[in-house]
Each structure stands twice: as C-alpha cells, then as structure tokens.
C-alpha cells in the first residue's frame, strides 16, 4: 500500500522528522483558502502515487493568490502518468505547502532489500533529480549501507553513512538523527520503502523532509488502525473497489478479455497467454485455493461490471480447488447474473470430469469448453474481438 | 534421494487439531509421509487420528522424534510459530500460511539462518518428493517419481507443469514451492543447490514470476555452479507497474523486477525460458531426452 504525499509526511512528522507544514485540499476553493493561511510563497502538489509529478506539472509554486487559484484549477482533475507508464492516475486533492527556501538538497531513503533479506539505507548528496540516473552516472553518488533489521538503528550508526556521501558538515548530525527517524519509521510503521527525495538544508540550516514517499506492507495493516483507514479509501477504480469489498484478489487492466484463474502464478501465466495469443486482459483475478460457487459468483459479478469486457476465460487448474464447485459457480452466477457474454472454460485438475458434466447439463449457450490453456486463451481472444 | 523430504522424514503440524492443518496433515499421511505428532498449546496429550499432539514443538521433537515442522497457523500468529519451529531442533520447517508482515519475516528468517534450520516459504505450497512423502498442499496426484526436479514461486502453476510433465511420461524427483512473499526462507539458489548434489535429479525446472531479483541471481549461480541443464518459465509479462499481483512478492517496482529483464538474465546464462507453461515442460522433456535420460 503506497501512501500520498501528504500521508508520508503526517508519518514523518509522528516520528520527529521535520515536514514543511501545510494543508490537504480536494477544491480550488479549499486550496486557495490554504494557501492564504500558510502565505506566499506556496507550493501547490498533486497527490497522486507516481514519481515525476512535477516534469508532469503537478507541481507549482504560486506567488499570490490569483496563481494559486490557477493552479489548483489546473492541478485539480488533471491525468498524471509516470515514468514507466503507470497510471493514469487523476488528481483528487492537492497538498499546499509553505514555500521552502532551499540551501542544498540531498538524497536519504530506508527501503526493503529482498535479496539481501535486510533493511537498506541510501544517502546521497545530490537530491532533487532522479536517483537512479545519479546512481547510473556516477556510482559513488550513492552511498548504500545494510541495516540490521533484529534491532534499532542509531544516529551513531547514522553518521558514518553522512559522512561517506558527503554531506555539508555543519548539518551532518541533524542528517544522522533523520536518516536513524527514517529507519525508525520502517520498522515502526511496517513500511517496506520510505524515499525522501529532497530531503533538503533550508537557509536556516534545518534538515526538513520536502517529499515523502511511503509504501506500507498490506500484510500488515491489520497493527496500524490509521493506515489501514486510508487504505480502504485510497482504491478509486469501481472494479477494484468492489473487488476488495468482496474479499477478492482483482486488479484492473486495460483491455476486454475477462480472466478468472486460480492461484496468482496461474492467473499471471494466463494473462501472458491471452496476450501471446494477441489478445488484451481486462483484469487479474485470482480466485483463490479452495474457491467455493460462492466467490465464483461474485467474480464474476466483479468483471461483468466492467462494461469493456466482451468476452471471459476460465482458467483452472483443481489442486486444493475442486473443478465440480466452480462449475457450479459458473451456473449459478450465469443463471444469477443473466449472462451473455462468451464464457470459455478450461477445466482440469481435481474433479475436473464432475464439473466438465455440471457445465454440459446446464446447456449454457454462451459456454465454451477447451482442455488446453494454450487453446482457451486462443479462443477467447477469438470470441472477445478487437479490444475499442 | 530426492530433496528436503522424504522417507526419513518425520513431521510435527503445529495446528493439527484445526481445521486446515487436520485435513492437509492427514492427507499427508495418507500419501504416506510419517506424520509423527501434532501440536496446538493447551492440547497436549490428546490424539488426532491416532496421532499425538503435544503442547510445543520441542517436546514434539523430544517425544516422537520430529525433525520437520509444517507451519498452518494464522498470519498474525505464524512469525512467533515459526521461530519456536525453528528452537525446536527440527531440521527442517515448512510454512504455509500467506500474509505474514515482512518485516517480522525478515528477523525470523535472520534465526532460522542462524540456528542453521532451513526454512522454506511462508506462503508456499510445501515439498513433495513423489512416493516418498509429501508435506503441504501440493496435490500429490498430478507427479509421478522421475528425474526432473522443480522449484517454483507458484502453487497452480507448478501444478500444471508438473501434469504436462506426467502427460509426456516424465516424473519429479522433487517439487519444492519456496513462495510467493517478498522475504522467504530459502530462495531458488538454495533448492538449485540441493538439486545440483541430488543424483536422482538429471534436469531442473524453474519456475519464477514477476517481483525482486531472486531470478538474476539465480541465473548468475547456475552460471558458475550447476552443472545439470535447468529449463525456467517466468509469469508476470503483462503484469502493469506498481501492481501487486496476487502474491505479497510479485510486484514490478519502478522499472526493476520485470519479467522481460528475468527471462534475459537467464537466456544470458543460456537457461532455456519456455513462453508458457505447455511450452516449459516441452523443452523440459525434450532437453532430458536428448541428454539419454528421459523414461521414453
């Protein structure tokens, strides 16, 4: 679960990081009543969960109010990509915040190394820009050193990692003392990345967070009541909200063949498939081990609800799940549903001959059998048509 | 041989008297896997089927010599089962259980490495080393004993691999699922491992997804130690960015973790990476066969 800018920096702020202060507002009207209480100078930001907002023009300085009323009107609504083609992801509130008077500007993050199975913490003196391309250009740039994840993390620990990327010398004490809140911040709040980026030197020789980007392990929300809350809020797709209200595993894509699988390595294989087979999936959804009519039905009801769809596969293969009880879901929700869009079905696995007998004496005219996955996913692209 | 479990195994499930654990635990057995003991706290010296179970693992390992703990409790609780697993003295603990937070995985996985225990998973199917024993989930019905062993991120999708390969006439010396989660216990090197020194394995498939660099670095180790031809499938080409693909671990994260960039990396070190899972146990069967050590 990856958190807005805003969220991250509230986060930073609990745990004693210094955050330019600022207000959240969802209207022009709100925003340049924000930007008045904080004053001028003021930074106008989309909050949105992308990198490169600004070279997107998501973020503004105004000078006065008239410019903050134009761009909050701007910003507010706009449809933001990111760098590696994410999104598009629309601007529902922007964060207003009190003009920074910048003196340097650093690198300092706390992230998740899977491979090493340790925290890493990243630190660099030339911040602002992107990190990766400051890394790739010059390695030294970035130093990286491993965090013990058994126990807390020092500002004496801190310090020599300051030291090694060459931060101002008058600041390094307060640099160390972040860098050891940041790793805190980690292990407190679950957060499985924590990237400031700047992490900026003021005139006044202050270390303060200018950015904050957060994710949170959602195996874990269940200890952090509040985050939990934005997590819940945070889906503004209507499959995928109606999905996650259903207890099921679903994320949205962008083309017109529905897919339904069992097991998240099958579904992922399934999409790749279709797409081989020169279709495009409109969704992921794993209908779990062990699934039951049941979910079968309200999976169904997800990406039916998904006007695109014009044509769905079935891709099961019975382990701990038995083929008779999706079959059964497959005429239920048919029959629930009133459905009329080409359902192909590949059935095999346990019980896979009950529930090859369910679908044939239900006479399901808009059901397609295939014993293969590869040539499911060939008629299903077929049926489903060119992806308007 | 075959690897992690077989005849000599002899399994403690902590959660035996539940509902997920009494079902697997004695479908394990039925396979024909020695299932020596239970344990829930607070029943101990009752009998599930015939079957002690005892308040901890320790006393498990003491009193009915188990030396592989099989993990079926709730996320919440699983991390603190896992490490008295791991204090127990079993060689050998296989967790089950999905959505245990990370960052407690990383400090059990920290123990386990220094008690010297192997862990395999959390959210894993298990290791079924056909007729010999099975510990997990994995339908024991879809392998047949053979000479290929397999590895993999994936429960389903192992599985249907695994048919293909039963369907061309060709068995499994093991399959071990290692998970699906960002941090587990032992990662594609450490089964590669095992495999390279079992001698009734003569080819391995690899089977990965999106998420990590565990793929990287295992084409990397098969490079410079596998002698034994390894065929991979990776899952997740159409994945979008920043998506959490049903497992916590699959995840492409900026442009890192990508399918296409796994699927290079090994064709680097001329592993062989089928384009879905049919085509995988293909090449699988044909590579055995052409190396005189398929069955047909």
């Known amino acids: 679960m990856d958190l807005l800018e805003y969220q991250g920096k509230q986060l930073f702020s609990e745990h004693g990081i210094a955050v330019p202060s600022g207000e959240v507002a969802a209207t022009v009207e709100e925003a340049v009543a924000a930007a008045d209480r904080i004053g001028y100078p003021c930074a106008i930001k989309a909050q949105v969960l992308i990198g490169g907002r600004g070279k997107a023009g998501g973020i503004k300085i105004a000078a006065d109010r008239a410019e903050a009323e134009q761009y909050a009107g701007a910003i507010l609504g706009m449809d933001i990509r990111g760098p590696h083609g994410e999104g598009p992801f629309r601007v529902e509130r922007v964060w207003v915040e009190g003009g920074s008077a910048i003196a340097a500007e650093y690198y300092a993050s706390v992230i998740l190394d899977r491979g090493e199975k340790k925290l890493l913490a990243m630190v660099s003196a030339k911040g602002g820009m992107d990190i990766e391309a400051v890394a790739a250009e010059d390695s030294g740039a970035l130093v990286k050193e491993h965090i013990d994840p058994t126990r807390p993390f020092t500002a004496a620990e801190a310090r020599p990692i300051i030291d090694a990327a060459g931060l101002d010398e008058d600041v390094r004490d307060e640099a160390a003392a972040v860098l050891a809140k940041l790793a805190e911040t980690a292990q407190a709040e679950d957060a499985t990345l924590i990237e400031v980026n700047p992490l900026i030197v003021t005139e006044e020789r202050q270390v303060v967070a200018l950015d904050a980007k957060v994710t949170i392990d959602g195996n874990a929300l269940y200890r952090h009541e509040g985050l939990a809350e934005l997590d819940a809020e945070s889906i503004d797709d209507p499959q995928e909200a109606m999905a996650r209200e259903k207890g099921l595993t679903y994320v949205k894509l962008d083309g017109n063949v529905g897919i339904l699988a069992n097991g998240a390595g099958l579904c992922m294989s399934t999409l790749d498939v279709v797409a081989q087979a020169g279709g495009a999936p409109a969704n992921f959804l794993d209908a779990g081990g062990g699934s039951k009519a049941e979910a079968i039905v309200n999976a169904l009801s997800v990406i039916t609800s998904d006007a695109k769809v014009t044509a769905i596969l079935f891709n099961i293969f019975g382990g701990i799940t038995r083929c008779d009880e999706i079959a059964k879901g497959i005429v239920e929700a048919s029959a629930q549903l009133s459905l009329a869009v080409p359902l192909v079905v590949r059935l095999d696995g346990t019980n896979s001959e009950q529930g090859l007998e369910i679908l044939a004496a239900a006479g399901l005219s808009n059901l397609h059998q295939e014993t293969t996955m590869l040539g499911a996913a060939q008629k299903v692209v077929e049926l489903a048509g060119s992806n308007g | ?296």
């Not at chain 2, 075959?2 to 997920?20: A, P």
């Open chain 2, 1 to 296: 041989m075959s690897i992690i479990v077989d005849k000599e195994t002899k399994l403690v499930v902590s959660g035996l008297t539940g509902r997920e654990g009494s079902f697997h635990g004695l479908r394990n057995r039925a396979y024909g896997t020695h299932l020596a003991a239970g344990v829930t706290p607070g029943k101990g010296g009752q009998e599930v089927e015939g079957v002690p179970v005892f308040d901890s693992i320790r006393e498990a390992v003491d009193e009915a010599d188990a030396n592989t703990s099989m993990i079926f409790v709730p996320a919440r609780f699983a991390a603190p089962a896992i490490d008295e697993a791991i204090e127990s003295g079993v060689e050998t603990v296989i967790a089950i259980t999905e959505g245990i937070p990370v960052l407690d995985m990383l400090k059990t996985y920290w123990k386990a490495k220094e008690a010297g225990v192997r862990l395999i998973g959390p959210n894993c199917p298990g290791v079924l080393s056909p007729g010999k024993a099975n510990v997990g989930i994995i339908p024991a019905q879809f392998f047949d004993p053979g000479r290929i062993g397999v590895v993999s991120k994936s429960g389903t999708l192992t599985y249907q691999i695994g048919n293909e390969l039963k369907q061309a006439g060709e068995g499994n010396s093991s399959i071990v699922g290692i998970g699906g989660d960002p941090i587990i216990g032992s990662d594609f090197i450490d089964i590669l491992k095992l495999y390279e020194a079992d001698p009734e394995t003569d080819l391995i498939v690899m089977v990965g997804e999106i998420g990590g660099d565990a793929e990287e670095r295992a084409a990397e180790f098969i490079a410079a130690e596998v002698s034994k031809p390894v065929v991979a499938y990776i899952a997740g080409f159409t994945a979008p960015p920043g998506k959490q693909m049903g497992h916590a671990g699959a995840i492409i994260s900026g442009s890192s973790g990508t399918a296409q960039a796994k699927k290079e990396a090994l064709e680097a070190k001329g592993v062989r990476v089928g384009e879905s899972p049919t085509e995988t146990a293909r090449i699988a069967v044909e590579v055995l066969r052409d190396s005189g050590r398929g069955s047909a």
